[in-house]
C-alpha cells in the first residue's frame, strides 16, 4: 500500500526500519510506498493550541506493484503550489487543476488530491479525470456540490463525504455568507481483488497469509 500523511495542525514525528526519521509539520505532506516491507512508527503532537488535526489516506498498490522498493516522497507546505483567484484557493499535493501540477508524482492510481477552500461567494470547478473514483471530504463550512447548468446542486456541511462517478464535472459554490473546505481525492481503480487484513493490503487470503508468516519469521523486510 501507499500512506497518504496531511496535517493541518500539530504534527507528526515518524521513523522506520530503512532509518528514516522526521517530522510532518502543518500542511506538510507525506506520500509513503510501503511495497516489499518497510515498518514504520508515527507519533502525533499536538499544536500550540492543544490540537491535532489531519489526514491519513491508503492508497492501493496493483499487484505489479505490490513488491516494489519502499520509497517516501517528503513535501513541505512551501513547496506545494496553490491555485487562488477571487474567492478560492486550491493546494494542489498530486495531479493537475488549471494548469498547476502537485508536486506527488510517478503513482500508480494517477491520482488528484487537493485541498480546497471557498470563500463566499466562490466557485470551484473540475472535470473529474475519465476512469477515476472521485470523493470530496468536507470538513469546514458548507457548500453546494454538484451545481448542475439550473444552480441546483446538493448542500453539504461539515462533516460529510460525498462519493463521484467516473467522469462527472464537479461544481461547488458558496453564497454570499458562507465558506467551505474539503480535501478532493480521486485515483483509478485496479479492478483487481482486494484482500485487507490488518496493516496489509494484498490480492488475496494466501498472499495475507504469506505476510504474516513472513512478519513472524522476521523475513518481512528486506535490505
Keep these: ?7 493541518l495542525e500539530g504534527n507528526v514525528r515518524h521513523r522506520d526500519s530503512l532509518g528514516n526519521l522526521g517530522i510532518i509539520g502543518p500542511g506538510d505532506v507525506q506520500w509513503m510506498t510501503s511495497g516489499r516491507g518497510i515498518m514504520h512508527e508515527e507519533m502525533p503532537q499536538r499544536g500550540p493550541r492543544g ?7 491508503w492508497v492501493n498498490l496493483p499487484a505489479a506493484q505490490k513488491m516494489s522498493q519502499p520509497r517516501y516522497q517528503e513535501v513541505v507546505a512551501d513547496s506545494i503550489p496553490a491555485v487562488e483567484k ?15 501540477r502537485g508536486p506527488v508524482t510517478e503513482i500508480a492510481a494517477r491520482p488528484l488530491y487537493m485541498d480546497v477552500t471557498l470563500e463566499p461567494d466562490g466557485e470551484f470547478l473540475l472535470p473529474i479525470p475519465a476512469e477515476h473514483s472521485a470523493v470530496a471530504y468536507v470538513f469546514e463550512g458548507e457548500g453546494l456540490f454538484g ?48 484482500a485487507p487484513y490488518g496493516p496489509f493490503v494484498m490480492n ?18 528486506q535490505p
Design 147 to 194: 451545481v448542475d447548468d439550473d444552480g441546483q446542486g446538493e448542500f453539504v456541511s461539515a462533516v460529510n463525504m460525498l462519493v463521484f462517478e467516473d467522469g462527472d464535472l464537479l461544481r461547488v459554490q458558496t453564497g454570499m455568507g458562507s465558506t467551505v473546505r474539503f480535501m478532493l481525492m480521486a485515483g483509478a481503480p485496479f479492478r483487481e481483488p482486494v
Design 204 to 221: 488475496t487470503p494466501e498472499e495475507i497469509r504469506q505476510a504474516f508468516e513472513d512478519l513472524r519469521n522476521g523475513t518481512f523486510v
Design 86 to 100: 477571487p474567492g478560492l484557493k486550491v493546494r494542489v499535493v498530486a495531479g493537475e487543476f488549471e494548469g498547476t
Design 1 to 7: 500500500i501507499e500512506t497518504v500523511t496531511y496535517m
Design 51 to 57: 490540537i491535532i488535526n489531519g489526514f491519513q489516506l
